[in-house]
Nanobody, 120 residues
């Protein structure tokens, strides 16, 4: 069974930074992609950034220039460095991992999310 756990959320003031972490564990032999998504109160979940194996991270428009995603393949970990945070960035941030699990089954696993609140 594959598990995904996010951490690093918190309450910050506008203009401050946070670094989120996402760790995949369990029987996952190959990770194809890791992505960060967020869900603001009353809104649908949306993509923030995505890294596909062997490629550079890709960002949606609101994340470009402020957010930086990185990945440590050996540790099955992804990070999201968020700078110059704005109140509109408030929400629950989720990590999604796609890869190969036990028995060579494709797996698509979500974490429970970590809360980010940007408020003065």
């Amino acid at each position: 069974q594959v598990q995904v756990v996010e951490s690093g959320g918190g309450l910050v003031q506008p203009g401050e930074s946070l670094r989120l972490s996402c760790v995949a564990s369990g029987t996952i032999t190959g990770i194809y992609s890791m992505g960060w998504h967020r869900q603001a109160p009353g809104k649908t979940r949306e993509l923030v950034a995505l890294v596909i194996h062997g490629e550079d991270p890709k960002y949606v428009d609101f994340a470009k220039g402020r957010f930086t995603m990185s990945r440590d393949s050996a540790k099955k970990t992804a990070y999201l460095q968020m700078d110059n945070l704005e109140p509109a960035d408030t929400g629950v941030y989720y990590c999604n991992v796609e890869g190969i699990g036990s028995g060579y089954q494709l797996c698509d696993v979500w974490g429970q999310g970590t809360q980010v609140t940007v408020s003065s």
